[in-house]
């Protein structure tokens, strides 16, 4: 999550997870699940929400649920399916959680103006850019990867979804780190320049 202000809105991040192994494939190792959030937030970038209070909420929420569904396919992954089978659905599902944080960088401003915390509007792109772009990191950073393994070619979501990230970090005034050097830190960092919303009393 990023700092008090977007806590609310349920900020998702990759984390890490204590493995159980499996000896035989597992028919759960699939990208069904992955297939389907990239479908949906593909159809919500094609789709902007109206200029309202309601409708921003409204894909707000769906942006957060797509985020928590991604989080928790990635953990059951990672305990139910082995080292080889893991990380191309993995790398997708963290192209699927870059891309809904973009979309919610998109309507932050408006959204949180709409909210009478103009602070937050203005900080809280960035914060979300950061979540995005550090998902995408750990595709490089996985700890499935050894040590002095060559670096991986992106997959395919991961390539399509970087450059709408530096797109949108670059109009957000959001300076990015190579993937590889996006650590947790750094993305700590971002988030915790968020300014918190609260709304004025009615």
Known sequence: M??????????VGLGSVTPVRVAAINPRCNHNVAE?????????????????LNDLNQRQQELDAILQEAQLEHDILHNMCTVAERPAVQDQLAGVIAWAYALEADIAPERYELLHCPQTASTAPAGLLALGWYALAST????????????????????????????????AGLTLPALADSTQYWRDMETAKVAVCVPPSP
């Open 140 to 171: 490089f950073n996985s700890p499935d990867r050894l040590p002095g393994e060559a670096t991986p070619t992106p997959a395919p979501l991961v390539k399509e979804v970087m450059p709408k990230v530096q797109a949108r970090a670059s109009a």
């Open 36 to 52: 389907r959030l990239e479908n949906h937030v593909r159809a919500d970038d094609r789709h902007a929400p109206r200029s309202s």
């Open 2 to 11: 990023l700092a008090a202000a977007i806590l609310a809105d349920g900020a």
